[in-house]
Structure formats: C-alpha cells, structure tokens
C-alpha cells in the first residue's frame, strides 16, 4: 500500500523557472493539501481540495497554483520559482475533513531556488 | 488570532525518562487539537486527538495528552521516552474544516 506518494522528491531550480510537484494517493482520500515545511516556521498550508476539481487558498498560496483533475492527484505549480521557495513540500490527504479525519502525508519534496 | 504555541523548541530526556511536550492554544471556544510527529526525513503521523469528552487522551506508541481548559493547554506525555522517539514532534489544531494549523514544532533528542 503506498499511501501518499510525492514526486520528485529533489530538485533544484534556477530563479524564474517553473516545475510542478506531484502528489498521487491510493486511499481513495476526498481531502488533499499541500504543505510547506520551514525551520522555526512549522508546516503552512498553502492549498487544498476538498475533492476533484475543487481547490481552495490555505494560508500561504501566493506565487502556488493548484489543480485536482483526478481524485487520486494533487498537483502543486511554481510558474517562477524564487529563492524564497526554497522550501520542503508536504502532501496530505484525509478521507474526513481536518476536524475528524486524520491526514496521510507524503515524505516530502525538497526544493532549493537559486 | 488563533494558533496554537509550542514553547519547547528543542528538548532533551534520556531514555527511560518521562516526558513532557508543551503545547498551549489560543481560541475562545474548544478547537479540534492534534499531536503529530515527524522520524528524520519522513513525512507526519498522527500520534493523538481531542475533540471532546475525556481529557485524556490515548494516542499510538505510549503518547497520551491531557486536555486543559484553564491552562488553554494539550500537552504530551510519555511515561518512558525510548531512543526511538528522538523526532519533531507537531501540535495543531483546526476549528475549520480543511485547515489543519501546526505550531513550530519541538525536537527531541533522546540520550542513551
């Protein structure tokens, strides 16, 4: 079973570039958020679905988009990356809502902007 | 605004130890309140949560948490801390539907 899996889980990208992360589940989860990960910071939403074709701004969505086209996949883009993107991404999905649902995270996507 | 405050940026317990993870949240009406830790490299798993009734709560590996109003706390315990709970340990909490807010994290080090 692979839960949540996040691709690449490496990259490194020039400022100005564009990339998109990868986030696929097999739980057949409704809820899927991206997280970013800095020290001192803790975890900060940046969007999330509450199913297929839905996304929603989290707390930091600012220079992010995202789409849901399958239920099973959560995609985050960059469309110009800048050094304060450097950052881990986190991926979760939860059959219930955050209140009742426990969230299944990915192991992370490490992103470093130059 | 609401958020939930981990004082304990960094801990240290030797193993065998008891130990105690401080979290203290700020809301006017009770939040749905969480423990998340994080092993090095890996991603977050759910270790407890409180929504309500019984304060205390039991969550997986031996972790429980305690629930107090007064104290606007939901602190973590372990009555012995062996050296495989040395990780990043995440309060959060939600009144929302889909917005789970974690706090800054406490990290353990366990010492043999």
């Known amino acids: 079973n692979a839960g949540v899996t996040q691709t690449p889980k490496f990259r490194v990208l020039k400022t100005g570039q564009s990339m998109t992360l990868l986030c696929a589940q097999d739980?057949?989860?409704?809820?899927m958020y991206w997280y970013r990960q800095d020290p001192g910071m803790g975890l900060r939403l940046i969007h999330y679905s509450v199913g297929e074709g839905t996304t929603a701004k989290g707390e930091v969505p600012d220079g992010y988009n995202v789409s849901r086209l399958k239920k099973q996949n959560f995609l985050l883009g960059l469309e110009s990356a800048a050094p304060s993107q450097t950052s881990v991404y986190f991926c979760?999905?939860?059959?219930?809502?955050?209140?009742?649902?426990?969230?299944?995270f990915g192991e992370g996507s490490r992103l470093t902007v130059l | 605004a609401q958020s939930v405050t981990q004082p304990d940026i960094h801990i240290t317990v030797s193993e065998g130890a008891s130990l105690e993870l401080r979290c203290n949240y700020s809301y006017g009406a009770t939040p749905y309140l969480f423990w998340y830790v994080q092993s090095p490299g890996q991603g977050l798993q759910l270790l407890l949560k409180?929504?309500?009734?019984?304060?205390l709560v039991q969550g997986i590996k031996g972790f429980e948490a305690e629930f107090k109003r007064s104290q606007s706390s939901f602190n973590l315990r372990k009555p012995s801390v062996h050296w495989s709970d040395a990780a990043e340990y995440f309060c959060?909490?939600?009144?929302?539907?889909?917005?789970?807010?974690f706090g800054t994290g406490t990290r353990l080090q366990v010492t043999l």
């Open positions: 409180y929504f309500s009734g019984d304060t």
């Open positions: 739980m057949n989860h409704e809820y």
């Open positions: 979760a999905s939860s059959y219930r809502d955050s209140r009742t649902g426990e969230l299944f």
């Open positions: 959060a909490y939600t009144r929302g539907a889909s917005k789970l807010t």
